[in-house]
């Protein structure tokens, strides 16, 4: 990060951005897993499993894509730091760790709450980005 003069703070600029990006990512995280959950009950049962299946496949694409995501507005909003080096390093590990935190989430909410508990872990990272987006756009100067 830069000590140049009227340059804006690095902690000021990181962790509200990586927070974002982490609560964005945990958000559409729970919107897939929310899709392959009404898909699956849709779906008539097979013995067989099917890669080519809508739930399957929502999984399959929508699992790295909300990673990419969460990594691609993580670097969007850490800009102000300057230094493309951390701000991929640092998007990779929203985008990798906003996967693994929802995991971690995800599995007992809808074992405990079923569907309420994933819209209800929806509705928090709505409110989390909300509140972190509020702060990061007061804070930016007018361009």
């Known amino acids: 990060m830069t000590s140049e ?3 804006p703070d690095p902690i000021g600029v990181v962790l509200p951005g990586m927070g974002f990006g982490a609560s964005l ?8 897993t929310f899709g392959v959950d009404v898909l699956k009950s849709a779906a008539p049962l097979s013995d067989k499993p099917s890669l080519g299946s809508p739930h399957a496949l929502m999984l399959l694409l929508g699992t790295p894509t909300a990673m990419a995501l969460a990594g691609w507005v ?7 730091i300057r230094n493309p080096w951390r701000q991929a390093m640092l998007a990779i590990v929203v985008g990798l760790g906003s996967f693994v935190f929802s995991a971690l989430l995800i599995w007992p909410l ?4 079923g569907r309420l508990g994933i819209l209800g872990l929806i509705a928090v990272a709505a409110v989390v980005c909300l509140l972190i987006g509020r702060r990061i756009f007061a804070l930016r100067p007018a361009t």
């Open 5 to 7: 003069p009227g340059a």
């Open 25 to 32: 990512g945990v958000g559409l995280q729970g919107l897939v």
């Open 74 to 80: 993580t670097w969007t909003l850490l800009a102000p």
């Open 110 to 113: 809808h074992s405990s709450f």
